[in-house]
């Protein structure tokens, strides 16, 4: 499939049959995750494998993801790490999502369970050693209805809350690949994409000659933290910059690993061969948003 079409279609998956997924299968992905994560040598970053996927969820029902609404999958994986700087926080999240690339790939339903305010207590189950950190886990498991949009907003967890995160429906395509207004679940390409710096907009038809309006059209639809979607693209000359909006939130850190991922296999699908080098961006500020730039691809 090509990499553009697996992004515009690939969603998280809230409920999930009761089948168990196969020991050969659940040990290819493992495999994959450990050759993953031996590839970040000595950054600390490990995949876990809940098999008990029931026990997991009678631990965190109540007390992890949105307003306390756990997701009930047949497993789990946790993604672990020895500390939380921002590029250990950045690159963990790009390793989980290539993982979960290989997960869909294998016919398998994922969706990130944000465990950042679980207290400890309920979420020691989940620790491998001691001094470590979790702060989410990725349900896994084959769908129950492929074409069924989640029953988990009815849920009570989320009686209070503003769950417009929850619609993912794209409800038609958008005709081109620059849009004034996004009529998705995604900002538009206006709205993240600026020129040469913070905030300043983008002439449409210079992302169209430089060959690269199908590209960040396509990267829009990564996954975010409540669908937030806070990375922003400065593009320069002969690089891109990414920025993200409020950087102290370490769920934005996050997103920004996942975005990193999209953005590479998305380019590299049209042709670009490189990758992200981190900068050690200040926090700035611009029209009241704060925002720290953390990386810069070079065109
Ligand atoms: C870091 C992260 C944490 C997330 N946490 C949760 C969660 O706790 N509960 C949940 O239902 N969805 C969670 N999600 C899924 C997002 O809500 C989802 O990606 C977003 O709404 C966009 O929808 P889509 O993935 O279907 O395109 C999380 C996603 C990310 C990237």
Known sequence: ???????????????????????????????????????????????????????????????????????????????????????????????????????????????????????YDSKEILFNGKNKHINYIVAIGYSKDKSKISQIANSNGLENEDIGYLNTIRPFKEKKYFVEKSTSSRLSVKDIVFDSKFGKSIDPDELDKRGLDELFYYVRYAPSNKNKQPWRFILKNNKVNLAVIDPK??????????MMYYFEEMAKSIGFKSSWDFIEGDIQEEDGITFSILGEYKL
């Open 1 to 119: 499939m090509l990499f553009s079409k697996f992004l515009e279609n690939r969603r998280s998956t809230r409920e999930y049959s009761d089948k168990m997924v196969e020991n050969d299968k659940l040990e290819m992905l493992m495999d994959f995750a450990e050759k993953l994560q031996s590839g970040y040598g000595n950054d600390g970053i490990r995949f876990i494998l809940y098999e008990d996927g029931e026990k997991i969820y009678e631990n965190l029902k109540g007390v992890a993801g949105y307003a306390g609404v756990m997701i009930n999958s047949p497993h789990y994986i946790g993604l672990q790490t020895d500390n939380e700087d921002k590029e250990t926080i950045i690159k963990a999240a790009y390793a989980m999502e290539t993982l979960l690339t290989k997960a869909y790939q294998l016919d398998l339903g994922s969706c990130w369970i944000n465990i950042m305010d679980t207290p």
């Open 249 to 258: 939130d370490k769920n934005n850190l996050t997103d920004a690993g996942i």
